[in-house]
């Protein structure tokens, strides 16, 4: 599990600088919940840190809107007594209690109308930590509008409208933030971004 950690912190992508930070994240918590598994390389930081929890609790649950191809992680989650589970669906579909899970990371569909459904869902959730990657590089705009895609369709698709599509991360963030019992924990501006809440006791 190590060494397939390390392999993917030290290679070059558009996360493996915040592998150390997720791994350490993970490694106060029992439960992992990922929402945008895509490559599976953060997964591997969330499966890791959770063999360092001190703790007979080790549970991860991967989400994508895709099937994505898990079975090494999950020989080796096996190994390492991590309870792996995973459902291919729009995370905004899932059904998960509340408080059933210490950390809840956010890595799908970059823009503020996506997000901001995503916080106001999982935020009941998470009992510990809300982590969203990508809050640098799609902070003022939806990333649709960074890689060019049709807004008009993708409004069709999501059922988001096209403006919350345009907007990106950050609007979606400080408006949670007033409303919620939530703070900013961390914030990292490198490798795309990464933002760290926690609940405010």
């Not at 930590?129 to 993708?154: F, P, S, W």
């Not at 919620?180 to 006791?201: A, Y």
Request: hydrophobic share 35%; aromatic share 10%; proline share 2%.
């Amino acid at each position: 599990m190590e060494t397939n950690y390390q392999i993917r912190k030290d290679r070059p992508s558009d996360i493996n600088q915040h592998m150390e930070t997720l791994k350490n994240y993970a490694k106060q918590c029992e439960s992992v919940l990922e929402l945008g598994v895509r490559g599976v390389v953060s997964s591997w930081a969330f499966a890791y840190g959770l063999t360092l929890n001190g703790s007979q609790n080790k549970f991860l649950f991967c989400n994508d809107l895709v099937p994505c191809d898990l079975g090494f992680l999950k020989s080796e989650c096996n190994l390492n007594k991590v309870d792996l589970q995973f459902e291919w669906c729009s995370d905004l579909q899932l059904e998960m209690p509340e408080n059933s899970f210490d950390l809840v990371f956010i890595d799908t569909f970059h823009v503020y109308g996506q997000l901001k459904r995503e916080l106001h869902k999982f935020s009941k959730v998470a009992r510990k930590y809300i982590i969203m990657h990508d809050t640098t590089v799609d902070a003022k705009h939806g990333e649709a509008l960074r890689l060019g895609l049709n807004v008009r369709q993708l409004s069709k698709d999501t059922g988001l409208p096209e403006n919350e599509i345009n907007h990106g991360l950050a609007s979606a963030v400080d408006e949670f933030l007033k409303d919620h019992k939530w703070r900013i924990r961390e914030v990292f501006t490198n490798n795309n971004g990464l933002t760290i809440l926690e609940r405010n006791h």
